[in-house]
């Protein structure tokens, strides 16, 4: 014939077709010819397999990302509704005087009223919308971002559960440390991490965040003085759905993990019972 249409197939299965026209001298496909095609049809279904399993995989990555997302944000809610609910009584507190005060000409409760009032909005408005960052499906988006900036943005929203629990909060950052990073990404990874010290200091402890630049290298440390992760277990942290804890869903740290592979990073844990655990972040700068 003078053109050829040969099947793309994997397991039985159809997945394309491969149509090429005549040849440019008119001559017709010979059975060599077809040998060829043939064989080249082969690779190429298997490498269109392989780029439709690369895509599925990617999606499901994202989904687990979102999940791990969606069981840290229920972790984070109950102390954060705590947090808000603060300003929120403030706020009330100062709406039932300010008639009186208005009616009295009392001009101090009204400078109090304007000065606490929009910072205590400002403030439960900072809380949403740092949720909100979290709960957003993320745009897989690198860009300049210091390291520091998103360790605080994590220590933020445990800080109040810290206050709570008698933890002392230390932070020790070298000074302007920058990474090509997807920020939300990056939040959630480090946020894993210091929820887990939390949990592991119910009586009180320390957590220590520290950020580290050495010639190629940018290092994060988030330690805690909290219960330690014994020796049987420390290999299995990173795990898909491994949990000690009962309410757990063991994705945290495997989704961390990955996190920071991506990031041109490696995660190193040391832990000793009764003693207090630390996660080691390198990230290689190229």
């Known amino acids: 014939g003078h053109s050829v249409n040969l099947p793309l197939i994997v397991k039985d299965k159809t997945i394309g077709s491969l149509v090429i026209g005549e040849k440019l001298s008119g001559d017709s496909y010979t059975d060599e010819d077809i040998d060829l095609l043939s064989t ?5 279904a298997i490498a269109v397999e ?8 990617l999606d499901a ?58 910072k205590q909005l400002d403030r439960i408005n900072e809380l949403v919308e740092k949720m909100l960052k979290l709960s957003r499906p993320a745009k897989p988006a690198k860009e300049n971002v210091n390291l520091n900036s998103i360790l605080d943005e994590a220590v933020r929203l445990i800080e109040k559960q810290c206050a709570k629990q008698g933890i002392k909060v230390i932070r020790e950052y070298d000074a302007d440390i920058s990474i090509q990073a997807d920020p939300s990404q990056l939040m959630q990874a480090f946020l894993n991490i210091a929820l887990n010290a939390v949990q592991s200091m119910p009586n009180g402890g320390e957590l220590k965040v520290k950020s580290q630049k ?16 014994p020796d049987d277990k420390i290999n299995h942290i990173f795990n898909p759905f491994y949990t000690t804890k009962e309410s757990g869903s063991g994705l945290g740290l495997s989704v961390t993990k990955k996190i920071i592979e991506e990031h ?7 832990s000793e019972a009764g003693r207090g655990t630390t996660f080691k972040i390198v990230f290689q700068i190229s």
């Open 61 to 118: 990555q994202k989904q687990l990302y979102q999940a791990d997302k969606l069981a840290t944000l229920g972790t984070l809610a109950a102390s954060l509704a705590h947090e808000i609910r603060n300003p929120i009584a403030s706020i009330k507190g100062f709406t039932q005087v300010l008639p009186q005060a208005v009616r009295d000409k009392d001009e101090e409760a009204i400078a109090d009223f304007s000065s606490v009032v929009p």
């Open 40 to 44: 080249i049809c082969d690779h190429m």
């Open 214 to 229: 050495e010639k190629c290298k940018n290092i994060v440390e988030i330690s805690d003085t909290g219960i330690g992760i």
């Open 264 to 270: 041109k990073g490696n995660v190193e844990v040391e």
């Open 50 to 57: 392989n780029s439709m399993l690369y895509e599925e995989m």
